[in-house]
């Protein structure tokens, strides 16, 4: 199994809205990533996970809070977003040894209305 | 700051020619470049990686050149077909203090004409 799955692949939310995006691997890797795309515009890192303990914060805003319950999973808790924050929600994992080649989702749409 | 880019952002090419993506990174301190191709609803996918102490690379009809004097990084691709369209990154791979950082180019725009 070479995916990466995420849910939901649309969401729309309020900005007083608390919602989590989800992210699964089942690769074994140990390495997994938040990454934020605009329209036309490159993957922005966010979060790196390293062994399941935070390892890079891109200076983030605390209203996306990263969890990595378990070597698997990858959550990002969302809440009082803003409109501008309406992006692609990439996740991604790698091995720690290989970690230029990254494994990455379809992504999350998400809409901030 | 530091950047990875572009030169084109669009590229057209007939079925069967081939294709030429470059890219313009400005870190000396990379230890790998790569690309990654982005299909239309997808996620970016690992096409192929080249350690900064080498100058070409091949793959599976892909090849990948390095040419750190002028710091520039490029993508050929061989007898292009449709299945190729899609936007290309480059990507540079930057050990930091926690852990190896992946930044992306602007990405170029792969438009292939039947």
């Known amino acids: 199994d070479t995916e990466v799955t995420q849910t939901p692949k649309h969401l729309v939310m309020g900005m007083t809205n608390k919602k989590s995006l989800k992210c699964e691997q089942h690769m074994g890797h140990r390495a997994m990533y938040w990454y934020k795309q605009k329209a036309k515009k490159p993957p922005e890192l966010m979060f790196v996970?390293?062994?399941?303990?935070?390892?890079i914060n891109e200076s983030v805003p605390s209203r996306f809070s990263p969890e990595c319950p378990n070597s698997s999973l990858l959550n990002l808790h969302l809440h009082a977003l803003q409109p501008e924050d309406s992006a692609l929600y990439l996740c991604?994992?790698?091995?720690?040894?290989?970690?230029?080649?990254?494994?990455f989702g379809s992504g999350t749409q998400l809409s901030v209305l | 700051g530091e950047s990875v880019g572009l030169h084109l952002p669009t590229l057209s090419v007939q079925e069967g020619d081939n294709s030429i993506i470059n890219c313009a990174y400005s870190?000396?301190?990379?230890?790998?470049f790569i690309w990654y191709k982005q299909e239309s609803g997808k996620g970016p996918q690992f096409i192929i990686d080249i350690r900064s102490n080498m100058d070409k690379r091949q793959g599976q009809r892909v090849t990948v050149l390095l040419n750190k004097t002028v710091k520039h990084l490029s993508l050929q691709i061989a007898a292009t077909q449709p299945g190729d369209s899609a936007v290309y990154f480059c990507?540079?791979?930057?050990?930091?203090?926690?852990?190896?950082?992946?930044?992306f180019g602007t990405g170029t725009q792969l438009k292939v004409e039947l």
């Open positions: 996970y390293s062994y399941e303990k935070l390892s």
């Open positions: 991604a994992s790698s091995s720690v040894s290989t970690n230029e080649k990254l494994f």
């Open positions: 870190n000396s301190a990379s230890d790998y």
């Open positions: 990507a540079e791979s930057i050990l930091t203090g926690g852990g190896n950082k992946l930044t």
